[in-house]
Antibody
Framework: EVQVVESGGGLVQPGGSLRLSCAAS????????VTWVRQAPGKGLEWVAS????????FYVDSVKGRFTISRDNAKNSLYLQMNSLRAEDTAVYYC?????????????WGQGTLVTVSS | QSVLTQPPSVSAAPGQRVTISCSGS????????VSWYQQFPGTAPKLLIY???KRPSGIPDRFSGSKSGTSATLGITGLQTGDEADYYC???????????FGTGTKVIVL
């Protein structure tokens, strides 16, 4: 079964850190750019970061630059998001997303999401 | 503030047709593929349309996509109560080096 499963969310105080993980299975994870997308409560989807197949290119939304780091381990079919200096506005469900053999130009594979709550 | 603008909501009776617009510019929609995602409350988004007008297997042909100039449109015919959800367009904006989602549209079945 093709799937990605996120983990690592939770409650963290402002200024704190959290590391999210995404475990992929059932497809060739290593050949795709992969992405983190988040959704704040009651809000729309927001792209957070994407990483190239070999990690040589990375892009971030401006609001997380310098605070979040996306990385991957193709040997473990895993994607990560290290989140530092967390703010209340980072509170959201974080989704791992990937293209598939069907198209490279859209996110065909989504996880169930992991909730990050930044609050004192 | 997304660079892709969608109407906040559209509504129609069961069996009718609705269209959702996604308005951008020549620097984004004008030169890239548009995708559409469907999201039910509390669940992950699901790819509905890719490369402007293609449907993944399992997506009914009631759903269609098109693109013209700097706008894209999602059409839903034969509207069903089960279509009540939020719909988002999305593109990779090469100028911003960022993936951009539209502002989102809630479909309401009257």
């Amino acid at each position: 079964e093709v799937q990605v499963v996120e983990s690592g969310g939770g409650l963290v105080q402002p200024g704190g850190s959290l590391r999210l993980s995404c475990a992929a299975s059932g497809f060739t994870f290593s050949i795709y750019w992969v992405t983190w997308v988040r959704q704040a409560p009651g809000k729309g989807l927001e792209w957070v970061a994407s990483i190239k197949q070999d990690g040589s290119e990375i892009f971030y939304v401006d609001s997380v630059k310098g605070r979040f780091t996306i990385s991957r381990d193709n040997a473990k079919n895993s994607l990560y998001l290290q989140m530092n200096s967390l703010r209340a506005e980072d509170t959201a469900v974080y989704y791992c997303a990937s293209p598939s053999h069907m198209t490279l130009h859209a996110f065909d594979i989504w996880g169930q999401g992991t909730l990050v709550t930044v609050s004192s | 503030q997304s660079v892709l603008t969608q109407p906040p909501s559209v509504s129609a009776a069961p069996g009718q047709r609705v269209t959702i617009s996604c308005s951008g510019s020549s620097s984004n929609i004008g030169n890239t593929y548009v995708s559409w995602y469907q999201q039910f409350p509390g669940t992950a988004p699901k790819l509905l349309i890719y490369e402007n007008n293609k449907r993944p297997s399992g997506i009914p042909d009631r759903f269609s996509g098109s693109k013209s100039g700097t706008s894209a449109t999602l059409g839903i015919t034969g509207l069903q109560t089960g279509d009540e959800a939020d719909y988002y367009c999305g593109i990779w904006d090469t100028r911003l080096s960022a993936y951009v989602f539209g502002t989102g549209t809630k479909v309401i079945v009257l």
